[in-house]
């Protein structure tokens, strides 16, 4: 369990907290989340840690079950998309491909960032600690956090094809 998950789950009711970590979400407002980092015990450098904190304060409704792709595929779920029997993408499928796509970085924060937002606007619960364990160790192991994330999020419906379909 991550200790810095939780100290941010014991400050969870300390709104001016929150508020200053969410600034690390925003490029040009980055600095003011570095006190409230330095309280949860997070290095400014850290970005990952950075990003997990900032997406936290965002939306703190966890759960422990699942990865990333789990999420994505709850938040389709919740919007009301489900892919019909043609070969169009749901709009929610098309920000996952996106997403999956995505070099460590800039992009790919940005893209989990929009990604956790929606989560929070449709009640999706995320889990933080697999998030967190993921970005840590996307730069070596990106391909294979990528497939179980795509795993996560298309096997859940997939259903067997029949012989006549082949």
Request: aromatic share 8%.
């Amino acid at each position: 369990m991550s200790t810095f998950l939780e100290r941010l789950r014991q400050r969870v009711n300390d709104r001016g907290l929150m508020a200053s970590l969410r600034c690390a979400l925003v490029d040009s407002k980055k600095h003011r989340a570095w006190p409230a980092l330095n309280r949860i015990g997070v290095s400014i450098t850290n970005e990952t840690e950075s990003l997990v904190a900032g997406l936290f304060a965002t939306h703190p409704e966890e759960t422990n079950t699942g990865n990333f792709g789990t999420t994505c595929k709850a938040i389709e779920a919740a919007r009301g998309e489900s892919p019909g029997n043609n070969d169009k993408l749901t709009p929610t499928e098309r920000r996952f491909q996106h997403l999956l796509a995505a070099e460590w970085g800039d992009e790919l924060f940005q893209r989990i960032i929009r990604m956790i937002f929606m989560a929070k606007s449709q009640g999706v619960r995320v889990n933080y600690e697999q998030l967190s364990t993921d970005l840590r160790q996307f730069r070596q192991w990106g391909d294979q956090i990528r497939t179980r994330w795509a795993a996560a999020y298309w096997a859940q419906d997939s259903a067997p094809i029949a012989e006549e379909d082949v």
